[in-house]
């Protein structure tokens, strides 16, 4: 998608370019990557190598954006992650071989005088090792290098790197241009305000999970309503749908479905409370039967957040998936 088509980053493109050329070489990009934080810091990685940059960011015609479209830049290192082995479950990491490779690309000279630009994205992925790999360089850098390191959650940056990175903050969209760009994408209005409201207001994270795989939408109706039935859940079929589709296919539904089922408790919550959801239809969550016990729920709500939160939390995704869904049952079980 190109930067025209996404206004709020190209609204943020000048004045983050300003910023990154005026003063300091390590940037810590943070937003989130549902709004399109990726795109946002290539688009400005381009428009700091462009030679006539515009305003809403690089010309997409100078020789420099030429090299760059074919991925061939000199003077633009993509420090990102491997696919990850077959042999684990690990969630991929960007490996210290690579992290030190772009140290070495960081002491080379650069081919023009708008200098080098390393893109570390996601700089969440770095292993400790290549984090560590990248602390000197970060402290003595080369005058004309600058390190873009891209986070959506840069708590999980060791404190010494992100100490060394000065901050610049991706806006969200307003709803009406998220709205826009899923409608541009060929989403019908209502379906579109619906993924929306499902996916925190982030329209990227709408497309990807459309694009990624069509089957989830469908599963998540099916699984939200599901949960409205505890006794009636099956925890057996919902792990084998984990297991489905190979490794890259078990990550994104096991996220998927702890994600759901931490939507559809916090929704719980809220109407046992008496305030209305925020999502999800009223009827079935109405419907579905008072947990055995008020604080149980709550537990039981900070142990899927903690599941999720695991960075290889994939590890025997599908027993911890059953164990999760009859736990779930038991909570409604008199
Ligand atoms: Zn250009």
């Known amino acids: 998608m190109s930067p025209a088509s996404l206004p709020w980053v190209e609204a943020w493109l000048p004045g983050a370019r300003a910023q990154v050329l005026s003063r300091h070489h390590a940037w810590l990009i943070a937003g989130r990557r549902g709004d399109g934080l990726a795109h946002a810091a290539r688009a400005l990685a381009a428009s700091i190598l462009c030679e006539r940059p515009r305003a809403g960011g690089a010309c997409g015609e100078c020789e420099s954006c030429h090299w760059r479209t074919a991925g ?23 490996k210290v071989d690579a992290a030190r490779a ?5 002491t080379r000279s650069a081919s023009s005088e708008r200098g080098r630009v390393i893109l570390v994205e996601p700089a969440d992925a770095l292993s400790l090792e290549s984090a560590n790999a990248l602390l000197k360089v970060l402290e003595e850098p080369a005058a004309d290098t600058r390190w873009l390191l891209v986070a959506e959650r840069p708590a999980r940056l060791l404190p010494t790197l992100r100490s060394r ?41 709408v497309l990807d999970a459309n694009a990624s795989e069509a089957d989830l939408t469908e599963a998540r109706d099916r699984f939200l309503g599901a949960l409205s039935e505890p006794r009636e859940l099956s925890a057996l079929a919902w792990g084998q749908w984990v297991d489905l589709g190979g490794k890259l296919g078990r990550r994104q539904r096991f996220g998927a479905i702890l994600s759901w089922l931490s939507l559809w408790l916090a929704e719980r919550q809220r109407v046992l409370a008496g305030v209305p959801p925020r999502v999800l239809a009223v009827e079935g969550l109405r419907q579905s039967p008072e947990p055995r016990e008020r604080g149980a729920l709550l537990r039981y709500y900070r142990d899927v957040q903690r599941a999720l939160a695991l960075p290889d939390s994939t590890l025997a995704a599908r027993v911890q998936v059953e164990r999760l869904l009859l736990e779930f049952r038991a909570l409604f079980t008199p």
């Open 72 to 94: 061939a830049h000199p003077d633009l290192l993509h420090l990102t992650v491997e696919a990850a082995d077959d042999e684990t479950f690990r969630l991929p990491t960007i």
């Open 102 to 106: 772009a140290v070495d690309f960081a």
């Open 165 to 205: 990175a000065l901050r610049l903050v991706l806006p969200r969209p307003t709803a009406a241009q998220a709205l826009a760009v899923l409608t541009r994408a060929g989403l019908a209005e209502t379906r579109a305000r619906k993924e929306l409201r499902l996916h925190s207001g982030a329209p990227m994270a």
